[in-house]
T-cell receptor
């Protein structure tokens, strides 16, 4: 019952450092998403991948890059971390068939602090 | 741009009381979902409402989708401490670009 697995769970970075957040799902979902959650702001979409081989920007893409490595894995990279990127990051996946009302499954989150 | 307005943002009530959380938008969605999130965890789906005017019940929780499919409400009857958590509404569009979330309602049920 793994579902969506994110690593790491916690990370502290210095300003300017880079890192990659990993996400893998074992539910054969075609679509995967990266959100960030900040106090008072809710969940905001950073990037998404509707299907293997495609990626698109969401609401807050600046400072991030993504890679859809295969159907299972979708990584999020911070090239030069900034304090404004301190947040909790969630990966999610779902099967999108064009109807849109399928359940999204979330990982447990990565709590990132940039100092 | 925050397309979904959720209210109230915080709610603390006594066990046994009833409460309603609202989710409003100026946009039409193909469906609307409600998620519950506990500390240190990701959101977990409670329900999806699809048809305008639809009402769904999940034990003591009642979910309603507005006739115009722009708003929704969550009503909890006889709240219990186990209902404590962050409740998020999410609008689902006809495209693949994920869900639009409201800012959430932090609910605390005191024994």
């Amino acid at each position: 019952n793994a579902g969506v697995t994110q690593t790491p769970k916690f990370q502290v970075l210095k300003t300017g450092q880079s890192m990659t957040l990993q996400c893998a799902q074992d539910m054969n979902h075609n679509s995967m998403y990266w959100y960030r959650q900040d106090p008072g702001m809710g969940l905001r979409l950073i990037y998404y991948s509707a299907s293997e081989g495609t990626t698109d920007k969401g609401e807050v893409p600046n400072g991030y890059n993504v890679s859809r490595l295969n159907k299972r894995e979708f990584s999020l990279r911070l090239e030069s971390a900034a304090p404004s990127q301190t947040s909790v990051y969630f990966c999610a996946s779902r099967t999108w068939t064009g109807v849109g009302n399928t359940e999204a499954f979330f990982g447990q989150g990565t709590r990132l602090t940039v100092v | 741009t925050q397309l979904l307005e959720q209210s109230p943002q915080f709610l603390s009530i006594q066990e046994g009381e009833n409460l309603t959380v609202y989710c409003n938008s100026s946009s039409v969605f193909s469906s609307l979902q409600w998620y519950r999130q506990e500390p240190g965890e990701g959101p977990v789906l409670l329900v999806t409402v699809v048809t305008g005017g639809e009402v769904k019940k999940l034990k003591r929780l009642t979910f309603q989708f507005g006739d115009a499919r722009k708003d929704s409400s969550l009503h909890i009857t006889a709240a219990q401490p186990g209902d404590t958590g962050l409740y998020l509404c999410a609008g689902v569009r006809w495209s693949a670009d994920g869900l639009t979330f409201g800012k959430g309602t932090h609910l605390i049920i005191q024994p």
